[in-house]
């Protein structure tokens, strides 16, 4: 099973700041890696696919990098509403995994 | 408007059974790849099940398998996933996705979910 390893597991940042969060596989996985966003109580959100194709409709101070085992989501100026959970996914191959998530806080 | 819908969620006891059904509308259902993902309380997302667009192959993650299967009536435009031998550990809400394959790959639309509780 391919294991993605998401970090930080928690970020404190205030709105204006640029944000990384980073995603590492366990093996490589061919660029298959899509970003979502989780607000409480809400589905997840697709903000990114194929590693770095912004999803329509998404701001686009969002962003995805990487290749390998390596990715990140960057999002270039936090705004109030992008504080919410954030989670990679691999569709490479099954079983298909998720990372632990990243909860993106106010400062 | 793409839209997802699921149902059939409760309260069940460790070893009972539940049938989730997605009610789909918006796309043409038996074009997609259908799965199923849950999260359980305060957790993270946990892939479940796949089927394909004309449900002759399903996948799903090992601690489901031989108790869970995932089907699909194109007709109806419905996914289901039938749950036995339930365990508390399934508790959880289960969302249904459209899974987009092509030269990339990727769940983009979930419904709202269904909450599964397995508790004595």
């Known amino acids: 099973d391919i294991q993605l390893t998401q970090s930080p597991s928690f970020l404190s940042a205030s709105v204006g700041d640029r944000v990384t969060i980073t995603c590492r596989a366990s093996q490589g996985i061919s660029g298959h890696l899509a970003w979502y966003q989780q607000k409480p109580g809400k589905a997840p959100k697709l903000l990114i696919y194929g590693t770095s194709t912004l999803q329509s409709g998404v701001p686009s101070g969002f962003s995805g990098s990487g290749s390998g085992t390596d990715f990140t989501l960057t999002i270039s100026s936090l705004q109030p509403e992008d504080f919410a959970t954030y989670y990679c996914l691999q569709f490479k191959s099954y079983p298909l995994t998720s990372g632990g998530g990243t909860k993106v806080e106010i400062e | 408007e793409v839209q997802l819908v699921e149902s059939g969620g409760g309260l069940v006891q460790p070893g009972g059974s539940l049938r989730l059904s997605c009610v789909t509308s918006?796309?043409?259902?038996?074009?997609?790849?259908m799965g199923w993902v849950r999260q359980a309380p305060g957790k993270g997302l946990e892939w479940v099940a796949n089927?394909?667009?004309?449900?002759?192959?399903?996948f799903y993650v090992d601690s489901v398998r031989g108790r869970f299967t995932i089907s699909r009536d194109n007709a109806k435009n419905t996914l289901y996933l039938q749950m036995n031998s339930l365990r508390a550990e399934d508790t959880a809400l289960y969302y249904c996705?459209?899974?987009?394959?092509?030269?990339?790959?990727?769940?983009?639309?979930w419904g709202q979910g269904t909450v599964a509780t397995v508790s004595s």
């Open positions: 089927i394909k667009a004309d449900g002759g192959e399903t």
């Open positions: 918006g796309f043409i259902f038996s074009y997609y790849y």
């Open positions: 996705v459209r899974y987009v394959r092509g030269n990339n790959y990727y769940f983009d639309y």
